[in-house]
T-cell receptor, first 113, second 113 residues
Framework: DAKTTQPPSMDCAEGRAANLPCNHSTISGNEYVYWYRQIHSQGPQYIIH???NNETNEMASLIITEDRKSSTLILPHATLRDTAVYYC??????????????FGKGTKLSVKP | GAVVSQHPSRVICKSGTSVKIECRSLDFQATTMFWYRQFPKQSLMLMAT?????????EQGVEKDKFLINHASLTLSTLTVTSAHPEDSSFYIC?????????FGPGTRLLVL
């Protein structure tokens, strides 16, 4: 699975959009981009994933560049409860019993009042 | 999203005793579950992949005789830490795969005295 690079930390003002970047320049054509977050002392929470097209759900939007070498997770109106470590993970869809997630160090997002 | 539970949420035990942690997928069946471990200020590290009805696959450096995994049904996987020692104190997190997405449990904090 391709390696990802994320900034170690970011700050965001409450109510503003939080834009979290991720570089994955070695991504292959069949690899998905997944985003998870981990709030302190809890298990990771699935946010969103995509392959080529931009994706949006009730939590966030995922913008993937046309060359797929980078992506941005957007939290449109950050709240204090969005303070967490955000992980960008690139992975094939192995299907079946394979396909564990490899976690890097992620980006620690601090939402400030 | 899918719901995964873990029990207990935290446990304190004496050195040399064994501790069992349960992971359940509450609203879906999971052929594959994963067990991770997270030490303070570090990222999640995969320990093993648990497949229903077959032996678990362990990552390099994880002792299979120390960390016993049983996945006897499509909704339950258990991790038993045998003869626990203080260095086994950690945050243990399971995940279950539904389709192409993994959903994580809330984690179990183990403290070995």
């Amino acid at each position: 699975d391709a390696k990802t690079t994320q900034p170690p930390s970011m700050d965001c003002a409450e109510g503003r959009a939080a834009n979290l970047p991720c570089n994955h320049s070695t991504i292959s054509g069949n690899e998905y981009v997944y985003w998870y977050r981990q709030i302190h002392s809890q298990g990771p929470q699935y946010i969103i994933h995509g392959l080529k097209n931009n994706e949006t759900n009730e939590m966030a939007s995922l913008i993937i560049t046309e060359d797929r070498k980078s992506s941005t997770l957007i939290l449109p109106h950050a709240t204090l409860r969005d303070t967490a470590v955000y992980y960008c993970i690139v992975r094939r869809d192995y299907g079946g019993s394979q396909g564990n997630l490899i976690f890097g160090k992620g980006t620690k997002l601090s939402v400030k009042p | 999203g899918a719901v995964v539970s873990q029990h207990p949420s935290r446990v304190i035990c004496k050195s040399g005793t064994s501790v069992k942690i349960e992971c359940r997928s509450l609203d879906f069946q999971a052929t594959t579950m994963f067990w991770y471990r997270q030490f303070p200020k570090q990222s999640l590290m995969l320990m093993a992949t648990s497949n229903e009805g077959s032996k678990a696959t362990y990552e390099q450096g994880v002792e299979k005789d120390k960390f016993l995994i049983n996945h006897a049904s499509l909704t339950l996987s258990t991790l038993t830490v045998t003869s626990a020692h203080p260095e086994d104190s950690s945050f243990y997190i399971c995940s279950a795969k539904r389709g192409e997405t993994q959903y994580f449990g809330p984690g179990t904090r183990l403290l070995v005295l």
